[in-house]
């Protein structure tokens, strides 16, 4: 069975900086998926096969990885990115949603 | 545009069972897998399982296997989660995803499901 390890499990970002979360798996991985959620509402679709934004998703997030370390990065943080990010994979025969990134606004 | 509109929130006493449903609209039912996910209060997503409403095959996580029955009415486009032998570690908010792709493209509003005596 795959592990994942998602990091940092929070963090805060000041408006303008760049964020980088990691999701890390014990096996290799073909790719990896990635959603938002903000509290009291469904997760978001945030950008899929490691690097293709959703629909909607701002052009300052991008998507990176392979093997079995992947990565969602923000440049220049604003304020409506304060969010959970997860990451998720299809292993057969199932799918893992990491532990989550709670991003807070500095 | 596509919705997914899950049922009302549910209070259940402990050992009862729960039947969840989640009416999909503005895509082909057959041509997607329905998922289900949960949340536990404050806690992370947990998938549950998925069905292929074409044929009803189904795949559950281990824990869930004897938990969750999922089935699909592809006359009314309505996937369902029936839980069974609640106990208050299923008080949680259970969404339903629909797949069309690689990933879980739409999701419902979720419904909080609460097992308290």
């Known amino acids: 069975e795959i592990v994942f390890t998602q990091s940092p499990t929070t963090m805060t970002a000041s408006p303008g900086e760049k964020v980088t979360i990691t999701c890390r798996a014990s096996s290799s991985v073909s790719y990896m998926h990635w959603y938002q959620q903000k509290p009291g509402a469904s997760p978001k679709p945030w950008i899929y096969?490691?690097?293709k934004l959703a629909s909607g998703v701002p052009d300052r997030f991008s998507g990176s990885g392979s093997g079995t370390s992947y990565s969602l990065t923000i440049n220049n943080m604003e304020a409506e990115d304060a969010a959970t990010y997860y990451c998720q994979q299809w292993n057969y025969p199932k799918y893992t949603f990491g532990a989550g990134t709670k991003l807070e606004l500095k | 545009e596509v919705q997914l509109q899950q049922s009302g929130a549910e209070l259940r006493k402990p050992g009862t069972s729960v039947k969840l449903s989640c009416k999909v609209s503005?895509?082909?039912?057959?041509?997607?897998?329905m998922h289900w996910v949960n949340q536990r209060p404050g806690k992370g997503l947990e998938w549950i399982g998925r069905i292929d409403p074409a044929n009803g095959n189904t795949i559950y996580v281990e824990k869930f296997k004897s938990k969750a029955t999922l089935t699909a009415d592809t006359s009314s486009n309505t996937a369902y989660m029936q839980l069974s032998q609640l106990k208050s570690d299923d008080t949680a908010i259970y969404f339903c995803?629909?797949?069309?792709?690689?990933?879980?493209?739409?999701w419902g509003q979720g419904v909080m499901v609460t097992v308290s005596s």
């Open positions: 995803a629909m797949q069309s792709g690689s990933f879980f493209d739409y």
């Open positions: 096969e490691t690097s």
């Open positions: 503005g895509y082909n039912f057959r041509n997607t897998y």
